[in-house]
């Protein structure tokens, strides 16, 4: 009993108010490339950050910024990160759909195990809980230490939706696909070279559509494995897609491939205390997936320094 | 052995809009079991780790110049798909519509007769429309028809799946259930239900990595009924459904999810009311599911519908 009034005393790190359910379980599907995936998430006055990666090659982080919550409430010093299952927190979090769009969650950490605790905010006649266990980090991750390359760096913007069709394109000759950009023409090029040959181009000036965005200054092209290609869009949501918002790739220093997804948290024609009503700019997770460059491709570009 | 009978039109809209679709869901196999009065559809009677479920009918709410014959008491049962005798009288409906004739009607009889291409005469369980202009015949194969003594066991069966749980909750919103059980099934497969005299259900799912809890409150009660103590309100679900279960006013068991979900199939049999009990010493989660004579909140007694969900943990009890 007395470790409990204590702990009573003290205010959990992190409460915070969620009411669309719905959006945040797109935004952390977008991430889930694999069964059995395991997550960090990262507490602070900001937000909350939800971090995955594989093999040391591929990371995607999704920023749940604080203003994406109806209460946010923090009081921890430092920044909390703890483990957890992916799966859990996400089919956790869709449990609570079951409810109705209606619905506000509650997300509380620690709890008393030091678990991540879900639960109803003043539902009518029943409550509806979940805690999550969570686990002390035995790794630091891998930092992905994105640097742009010069003063402009090299990157496109293209709608989310064709760019998910493009890499499923390539699935036929599989292995691993080269991303190259040149300036003149302006253009964007994916090749796939594996059981056979595959080239799509997106040339800048042949529609508005195709290329929303694009700037490259020289010609780059570096080769990545198509499976971590794949998991950066094969598990956006349909309904994320249909919102027709652009995706923005960036390469870094190194051939590192950034890749940058925008999706809506809001609930539809819901007034939200923090913005303004009009398409609620502010509620939008942040996606970013990084994919390293395969090294020694005969075919690396020269001239990056 | 003989039986025939016409289906009336409240009868075929029942089974065809209404029972079939539930039934199907609950398995591929089930027993038809006529008697005098009543026509059953039984599932899994005999089986001890299978959603039981019992569907009765006065014969008058079904059918029509009902003729029924045995040397056991004029009780028949047999075993059928409940699939394609939805797929019959759906054709036999079609037929009945397309003739434009109130008087055609969808006559079932017990027949015996050479399948094509066999030697060995088959039952099977016929469908006859019959309007102004034609006559179709459809042939639900069924199985051999039970013999005295197995009749005899299902009938024991059928009583003993009869028993009342003490205490009922009315479950308001089955759809708002069903979705919540489709999505705890991703969380673990066994699910415990505990039900309290003050009109609590309460859900919960506990696997090493999460534990999920979904608890109902201040639900109608049937039967025993007793007033939640004041002091606890404040507590957690799970610590009050404990407390509950000590002072004996509550009792817990431990179904199957896949069991839950499958029972939660039954909503498309479309109940007017669902209740949720604990059959006495904890012998299986009990799902009552009630009917109205159209137009009224009245139960409609020539229908009874419920199942039976086998235990796997005796739990609090």
């Given at each position: 009993m007395s470790s409990s009034a204590a702990a009573a005393d003290d205010p959990p790190d992190l409460i915070c108010h969620l009411d669309s359910i719905h959006g945040m379980v797109d935004a952390l599907t977008s991430v889930r490339w694999k069964r059995h995936q395991d997550a960090v998430l990262?507490?602070?006055?900001?937000?909350?950050?939800?971090?995955?990666?594989?093999?040391?090659?591929?990371?995607?982080?999704?920023y749940l910024k604080r203003e994406l919550f109806l209460v946010y409430e923090y009081a921890a010093e430092g920044r909390p990160r703890f483990g957890m299952s992916l799966d859990l927190f996400v089919d956790g979090l869709n449990i609570f759909s079951a409810l109705g769009p209606a619905t506000v969650v509650e997300i509380r950490y620690p709890g008393p195990d030091m678990e991540l605790i879900l639960k109803t905010v003043d539902f009518p006649n029943g409550s509806l809980y979940a805690a999550i266990r969570t686990r002390i980090l035995d790794t630091i991750s891998w930092d992905y230490n994105f640097e742009p390359t010069g003063n402009v760096p090299i990157s496109f913007t293209v709608k989310s939706a064709l760019l998910k069709e493009a890499i499923e394109d390539l699935e036929w000759p599989g292995s691993s696909i080269q991303i190259v950009l040149q300036p003149d023409p302006p253009c964007v090029t994916f090749k796939g070279d594996g059981h056979g040959e595959l080239q799509i181009d997106f040339p800048y000036y042949a529609s508005t559509d195709l290329l929303i965005a694009f700037q490259c200054s020289r010609q780059v092209a570096y080769w990545y494995k198509y499976k971590f290609l794949r998991a950066t869009t094969s598990n956006i949501p349909a309904g994320v897609l249909k919102d027709n918002r652009g995706s923005k790739l960036t390469i870094g220093r190194g051939g590192m491939l950034k890749i940058q997804h925008l999706v809506s948290v809001g609930r539809p024609g819901v007034p939200h205390p923090y913005g303004d009503n009009v398409g609620q700019p502010s509620r939008i997770a942040y996606i970013e997936f990084y994919v390293k460059a395969e090294e020694e491709q005969e075919d690396a570009p020269i001239n990056d320094s | 052995m003989k039986f025939k009978a016409f289906f009336t039109s409240d009868g075929v809209n029942l089974l065809d809009k209404r029972f079939l679709p539930a039934l199907d869901k609950?398995?591929?196999?089930?027993?038809?079991?006529?008697?005098?009065?009543?026509?059953?559809?039984?599932?899994?009677?005999?089986?001890?780790?299978?959603?039981?479920?019992?569907?009765?009918f006065k014969k008058e709410i079904l059918f029509r110049d009902y003729r029924i014959s045995s040397q056991n008491d004029d009780r028949i049962a047999f075993a059928i798909d409940p699939a394609l005798l939805h797929r019959a009288l759906r054709s036999a409906l079609t037929i009945q519509l397309q003739s434009g004739d109130d008087t055609a009607a969808i006559q079932?009889?017990?027949?015996?007769?050479?399948?094509?291409?066999?030697?060995?005469?088959?039952?099977?369980?016929?469908?006859?429309?019959?309007?102004?202009?034609?006559?179709?015949?459809?042939d639900v194969p069924i199985s051999k028809p039970l013999s005295r003594a197995d009749v005899l066991q299902l009938q024991t069966a059928?009583?003993?799946?009869?028993?009342?749980?003490?205490?009922?909750?009315?479950?308001?919103?089955?759809?708002?259930?069903?979705?919540?059980?489709?999505?705890?099934?991703?969380?673990?497969?066994?699910?415990?239900?505990?039900?309290?005299?003050?009109?609590?259900?309460?859900?919960?799912?506990?696997?090493?990595?999460?534990?999920?809890?979904?608890?109902?409150?201040?639900?109608?009660?049937?039967?025993?009924?007793?007033?939640?103590?004041?002091?606890?309100?404040?507590?957690?679900?799970?610590?009050?459904?404990?407390?509950?279960?000590?002072?004996?006013?509550?009792?817990?068991?431990?179904?199957?999810?896949?069991?839950?979900?499958?029972?939660?199939?039954?909503?498309?049999?479309?109940?007017?009311?669902?209740?949720?009990?604990?059959?006495?010493?904890?012998?299986?989660?009990?799902?009552?599911?009630?009917?109205?004579?159209?137009?009224?909140?009245?139960?409609?007694?020539?229908i009874s519908f419920h199942c039976r969900l086998p235990v796997l943990d005796s739990g609090s009890s």
């Open positions: 990262e507490l602070s006055e900001h937000g909350i950050v939800v971090i995955v990666e594989e093999s040391g090659c591929l990371q995607a982080k999704v | 609950l398995g591929r196999l089930c027993h038809m079991y006529l008697t005098r009065d009543h026509a059953m559809f039984l599932h899994n009677l005999f089986a001890a780790d299978g959603v039981q479920s019992v569907a009765q079932i009889k017990l027949v015996k007769k050479l399948p094509a291409g066999s030697r060995n005469p088959a039952p099977f369980l016929t469908f006859e429309t019959k309007g102004m202009r034609s006559a179709v015949v459809q059928l009583d003993a799946a009869q028993d009342l749980p003490q205490t009922l909750v009315q479950v308001p919103d089955l759809a708002q259930l069903q979705s919540l059980v489709d999505r705890l099934k991703n969380v673990g497969d066994v699910l415990t239900v505990a039900i309290t005299q003050y009109g609590d259900l309460h859900l919960h799912v506990s696997t090493s990595l999460i534990t999920v809890g979904s608890e109902f409150r201040e639900l109608r009660v049937l039967g025993v009924h007793a007033n939640a103590p004041a002091s606890e309100q404040n507590l957690s679900a799970l610590s009050r459904t404990a407390m509950a279960i000590q002072r004996d006013e509550a009792q817990s068991v431990q179904v199957s999810m896949k069991h839950l979900a499958k029972s939660l199939q039954c909503h498309s049999a479309k109940p007017d009311c669902v209740f949720y009990g604990i059959a006495p010493q904890g012998a299986c989660l009990t799902v009552i599911f009630q009917f109205f004579i159209p137009g009224t909140r009245l139960m409609d007694k020539s």
